[in-house]
């Protein structure tokens, strides 16, 4: 089979798609691809209410309540997964932007130059 038989048994809209070479490790033979482990120890699955984690007056359910009245609009535009299609779900911006305020706010995160 010639290059231009291979192509035309392609599934459609496959046929610009490049496959990455393999990794060649120092001895020659391809590199094992890096990937997160299973962890085969862990006991259960615990249920948890996630709202008895922080007391009711904790500074964090304060900052939660003020990023959730900011238009963080900006945050979401980037976000290209979406609803009914495929790809990995992105973290909340709310949740990021509140925690990086918390950080701030108890000494966590410096802001140098």
């Known amino acids: 089979m010639n290059e231009r038989e291979a192509g035309s048994q392609a599934l459609p809209g496959m046929e610009a798609i490049a496959v990455a070479p393999l990794a060649v490790a120092a001895?020659?033979?391809p590199a094992r691809?890096?990937?997160k482990?299973?962890?085969r120890s862990q006991m259960s699955w615990q249920m948890m209410d996630v709202e008895r984690l922080?007391?009711?007056?904790h500074p964090a359910r304060a900052i939660w309540e003020l990023?959730?009245?900011l238009n963080l609009e900006g945050f979401?535009?980037?976000?290209?997964?979406?609803e009914?299609?495929?790809g990995r779900t992105p973290w909340d911006p709310r949740l990021l932007v509140s925690l990086w305020i918390y950080a701030t706010a108890v000494g966590l995160v410096r802001h140098t130059r």
Do not use: H, L
Not at 76 to 82: F, L, M, R, S
């Open 84 to 86: 009914g299609s495929a």
């Open 54 to 57: 922080i007391e009711p007056e």
């Open 76 to 82: 979401y535009a980037p976000i290209e997964a979406v």
């Open 33 to 35: 691809p890096r990937v």
């Open 37 to 39: 482990p299973v962890e």
């Open 67 to 69: 990023v959730g009245r």
């Open 27 to 29: 001895q020659g033979a």
